[in-house]
Nanobody
Framework: QAQLVESGGGVVQAGESLRLSCAVSGRTVSFNAIGWYRQAPGEQRRRVAFITIGGLTNYADSMKGRITISRDSAKNTVDLQMNSLKPEDTAVYYC????????????????WGQGTQVTVSS
């Protein structure tokens, strides 16, 4: 079973930046993409971005233009650079492997990490 470890969260002021990292290890199921999700208190987990093994990227409208998802081959991670953060970005951020079926169609597997807390103060 895959092990997913998110890191890089913290407390920042509005307008500042954070870089999140997702490390994948262990025996993994077949996947062709990795996505980042976030979940605010009392709300559902929502996808904010994903990247395919071929390097194609997709971003949710809520954060599009402010985030960049990328792969770090040296660390075997998928990172999420977040800029111009807003208070509404406050959430626990998770990553997960999944299957990409084209366009914005992406389905994660049910194997979530602990998440990393992002808090943005106004």
């Amino acid at each position: 079973q895959a092990q997913l470890v998110e890191s890089g969260g913290g407390v920042v002021q509005a307008g500042e930046s954070l870089r999140l990292s997702c490390a994948v290890s262990g025996r993994t199921v077949s996947f062709n993409a990795i996505g980042w999700y976030r979940q605010a208190p009392g709300e559902q987990r929502r996808r904010v971005a994903f990247i395919t093994i071929g390097g194609l990227t997709n971003y949710a409208d809520s954060m599009k233009g402010r985030i960049t998802i990328s792969r770090d081959s040296a660390k075997n991670t998928v990172d999420l650079q977040m800029n111009s953060l807003k208070p509404e970005d406050t959430a626990v951020y998770y990553c997960n492997i999944g299957r990409w079926f084209g366009g914005s169609k992406y389905q994660p597997y049910d194997s979530w990490g602990q998440g990393t807390q992002v808090t943005v103060s106004s």
